[in-house]
């Protein structure tokens, strides 16, 4: 097992778990935004909503879907049906506890029909993937020949090293490459934007996250994983910051 797996294992899989412990041990006033873990604002999940237009009841894939924040909130804001699959055993035991949704352990291979899906999204994943040209093939192999999938790709801003250091187990495209990862997919892009273009968080989920990361830090502080689980995420908002990465939203077609 090597470091960058030891990294994203800590972060995706044991602080996934923690999480919902938690959150269940808390009177929240809304356990969405505990559960979002690299998507994005709100204002970012609406745009993406906006322009995917899913049907009610529709079933929506979460690719990657983490312990089912984004999930959760296409459910309640659109009415859809979510299918989350995540490689991480924690991740979806904590997405199935915490909103009850639907979840699959399972990483570049789908265990969904070939064309069976309508409408779904991937947030803040592709960086984390090992093969990505395998990841986006098989979205694009799940997808029906109308469907619309969106997805938050954190992309370098430039070629070349990256001033700060990355989490590890990451691998950011540039813009270009994305686009051609695309192209070779045979996905199509109909709308993208920026995630800063978007406020960040509105007071109510700040202070849902800030409580269950204080809880979660009372709880975990001296252990290890928790300790490069938030090396990882201090990295990630550091890259962010500096303007190194940028959060790019795309709404994708099959072509
Ligand atoms: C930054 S988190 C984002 C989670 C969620 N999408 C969100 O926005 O809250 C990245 C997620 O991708 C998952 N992941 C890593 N490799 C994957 C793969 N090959 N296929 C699907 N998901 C993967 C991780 O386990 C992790 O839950």
């Known amino acids: 097992m090597s470091d960058s797996f030891d990294a ?22 809304d356990r969405i935004p505990a559960g979002c873990r690299g998507s994005g604002s709100p204002g970012a999940l609406h745009w993406l909503l906006d322009h995917l237009q899913p049907q009610a009841q529709e079933t929506f894939l979460d690719c990657g879907g983490g312990i089912g924040g984004p ?20 991740a979806c035991k904590a997405a199935r506890s915490l909103f009850g949704l639907a979840a699959l352990q399972a990483g570049s291979q789908l265990p969904i029909a070939t064309g069976a899906i309508g409408a779904g999204w991937s947030l803040g994943v592709l960086c984390t993937v090992d093969d990505q040209p395998a990841y986006l093939a098989e979205i694009r192999r799940v997808l029906r020949p109308e469907a619309r999938f969106g997805m938050i790709v954190y992309c370098a801003a430039h ?11 990451n691998a950011f495209p540039t813009v270009e490459a994305l686009e051609r ?35 979660l830090e009372c709880h975990h502080r001296d ?30 077609r099959p072509v």
């Open 8 to 29: 994203m294992d800590a972060e995706f899989d044991t602080v996934a778990a923690w999480t919902a412990e938690v959150v269940a041990g808390l009177a929240l006033p």
């Open 71 to 90: 999930a959760a909130f296409a459910a309640r804001e659109t009415g859809v049906r979510p299918l989350l699959t995540d490689p991480e055993r924690g």
């Open 181 to 215: 990862l695309l192209a070779e997919a045979s996905l199509r892009v109909l709308s993208s934007g920026w995630t800063d273009h978007f406020a960040a968080f509105p007071a109510n989920w700040e202070d849902v996250m800030a409580t269950v990361q204080a809880e």
């Open 159 to 169: 070629s070349g090293d990256l001033r700060l250091e990355p989490p590890e187990g």
């Open 223 to 252: 252990d290890p994983r928790w300790k490069t689980a938030e090396e990882q995420s201090s990295k990630m908002g550091a890259l962010l910051g500096a303007g190194e990465v940028r959060g790019k939203m795309l709404v994708l």
